[in-house]
């Protein structure tokens, strides 16, 4: 019942028609031959194996589930889950964003990231097995041993081996700094680690023949807190001299969480029982060089949801047009059925209308922040790759938050579309909904998030980041504003970005004098700010399609209807966030604890 096709048209429009991406390529050497066929090209065939090879498992793999053997720890994925891996492994996926001296494609991480949307809209569960293991590349490129560098990353770059993050703590969620785990020196160099970690996605599985796990864990000598976490490499096969895999650790699955959704992802309580590991980057620095992973992990998890949005709307969609039901209360449409189909409805199109904007403001926002962060890692101006920095550090908590909690309003929406339909599982929509709440939670709660981009990001360095993504607003509005096609745009767009500086400084000046103001206006803040880039990046794509409205292609036509539903409808929700945000700490922290 449930269908899925790629979204090659508007991804080609945000890459080519909105960021003129290979303009951006040709200015670092790395990337200067990436042109737009190229992109094309590979996406082209991303899709086809995201939408013939993985879409057809996602609700069988919801359905049966993970399975361990509690006698050998062993967990076994759903059917058919090893077979795709393998077909992943074999077309060189793992390899498109790596680096060519371990085996990588060398390809822009912009292009990676466009693949995995389709992988994450055809099946997320399966998609998080790979997934994680650009998190561990990450993280091993950036921090690790030029010997560890050799050991483990041709190996993730094949897909030979996976990766993942072992942070959580049966006590300790996102304060990791009560983490308890311990590693013990030895003399040989390595370390035996002891201890219990949770909610370790993709922790055990039969589809690579090893895992790459990445521990933290605390040294006899630490420090109490943050400050005295390190790194291990923990695999779950020791690893001979000449690369070969010897004998079992000893880290094992001793259960699987039974979870919400995500059922055909293996989310694993890990037992280490003085698992032999090695120390990476520095001792008590380990959280520094785990935040690699770990960022790396949030703008994936605001792409995860990008895809469970782009999905749901799809089949939503292809549902409304096919179900019939009353008559349009301004007069039948369809006079020769028995009913309209129930697109017609207002608030059925108000729902699709949602998901569509949500999908296509999502999709802008998570491609242009992908960019910068190849301009942070290949251009060769330094102060470029400052600025670029800078903008993926502040837009960062933006996409994990702003995006995973459109996509649970989405995937709500689109399963209320289907009636109670939407309810049962064969038509795949509660699978969605399922799905979706998990990225609202782990990579760090998006009140995390929030606080994150608030406390420390823009208040932290005195606005200066916010500032400077202010400026290309402001120039853009200067540039654009003397149009009249645009002032149906442009005017919200101003406005928004005057409060939006009114309500940073209000909320500065309030923390200095009490420091939970912080804390009682950082949600409402960040889907604020979280508008004025879908804002700022659908005015951007109004102008175009405007332009090209009369070229006789729809798309555009579609496109300036979504944009202009966008500002009607959804960007008005500022005002009330705006109002609570201003309302402060006092009606949250009044109330004695004993009253509650």
């Known amino acids: 019942m449930a269908q899925y096709t790629p979204p090659l048209r ?96 060398g390809l822009p991480h912009t292009v990676n990231q466009c693949f995995y949307e389709m992988l994450n809209s055809a099946n997320q569960a399966w998609t998080m097995y790979p997934g994680l293991s650009h998190g561990a590349y990450e993280c ?92 291990f490499i923990v695999p779950k096969f020791h690893i001979k001299a000449d690369g070969s895999l010897g004998e079992r650790n000893a880290i094992h699955c001793g259960a699987l969480e039974h979870k919400m959704g995500i059922h055909g992802n293996a989310t694993c309580q890990m037992i ?16 520094a060089a785990m935040f690699v992973m770990m960022n790396a992990a949030r703008l994936g998890v605001g792409n995860q949801s990008l895809g469970l949005t782009e999905v749901a709307y799809q089949n939503a969609v292809a549902y409304a047009k096919d179900r019939i039901q009353m008559r349009s209360l301004t007069g039948p449409k369809s006079p020769d059925k028995p009913a309209d189909s129930i697109i017609v409805h207002p608030d059925v199109r108000k729902m699709l209308l949602t998901a569509r904007a949500f999908a296509e403001g999502g999709r802008a926002l998570a491609v242009y922040t992908v960019v910068q962060l190849d301009k942070e ?41 289907f009636g109670g339909h939407g309810y049962i599982h064969e038509w795949g929509m509660e699978q969605y909904v399922r799905d979706a709440r998990i990225n609202m939670i782990y990579e760090g709660t998006n009140t995390v998030q929030s606080l994150d981009l608030l406390g420390r990001k823009i208040l932290g360095d005195n606005g200066k980041k916010l500032k400077a ?44 004098g009490n420091a939970d103001e912080v804390g009682g206006a950082a949600v409402d803040y960040l889907r604020v700010v979280g508008h004025l880039t879908f804002a700022y990046l659908f005015a951007r794509m109004a102008k175009i399609a405007l332009d090209k409205q ?47």
């Open 10 to 105: 508007d991804l080609q429009f945000v890459l080519h028609e909105l960021l003129d991406v290979s303009s951006e390529f040709k200015q670092m050497p790395a990337h200067a031959d990436i042109d737009a066929d190229t992109i094309n090209a590979v996406l082209e065939e991303g899709g086809k194996f995201a939408a013939e090879v993985l879409f057809p498992l996602n609700i069988s793999g919801d359905a049966e589930g993970c399975k361990l053997d509690k006698v050998t720890h062993e967990v076994t994925p759903p059917t058919g889950f090893k077979e795709a891996y393998a077909k992943y492994v074999e077309g060189g996926w793992p390899a498109l964003s790596c680096d060519p001296e371990y085996g990588g494609q």
């Open 140 to 231: 091993l490129h950036a921090h690790g041993t030029e010997d560890q560098k050799r050991l483990y990353l041709t190996k993730l770059v094949s897909g030979e081996w996976t990766g993942t993050m072992c942070l959580t703590e049966p006590h300790c969620g996102t304060d990791l700094g009560l983490l308890r785990t311990k590693a013990e020196p030895q003399a040989d160099g390595t370390y035996k680690i002891t201890g219990q970690k949770i909610f370790i996605s993709a922790g055990e599985h039969n589809l690579a023949e090893n895992i790459v796990h990445l521990v933290l864990a605390r040294l006899p000598d630490a420090p109490a807190g943050s400050k005295g976490i390190s790194l």
């Open 272 to 287: 280490l029982d003085g698992a032999v590991g090695t120390l990476v980057g520095q001792p008590h620095k380990g959280l």
């Open 377 to 417: 890692l290949s251009h060769p101006d330094e102060d470029v790759r400052k600025e670029a920095a800078d903008e993926v550090a502040l837009l960062t908590p933006i996409i994990k938050a702003f995006l995973t909690d459109n996509g649970w309003l989405a995937t709500s929406h689109c399963m209320q579309v």
């Open 469 to 512: 993504f202010g400026k290309k607003i402001a120039e853009f509005v200067e540039e654009e504003g003397v149009r009249e096609d645009m002032q149906e745009f442009i005017n919200p767009l101003a406005d928004l970005g005057d409060k939006v500086t009114k309500l940073t400084t209000e909320l500065g000046m309030k923390a200095f």
């Open 550 to 596: 009369n070229s006789g292609d729809p798309f555009y036509t579609a496109k300036l209807h979504t944009i202009r539903f966008y500002f009607a409808k959804l960007l008005p929700e500022t005002a009330s966030l705006i109002r609570t945000a201003r309302a402060g700490v006092a009606p949250l922290m009044a109330m004695d604890e004993a009253l509650f």
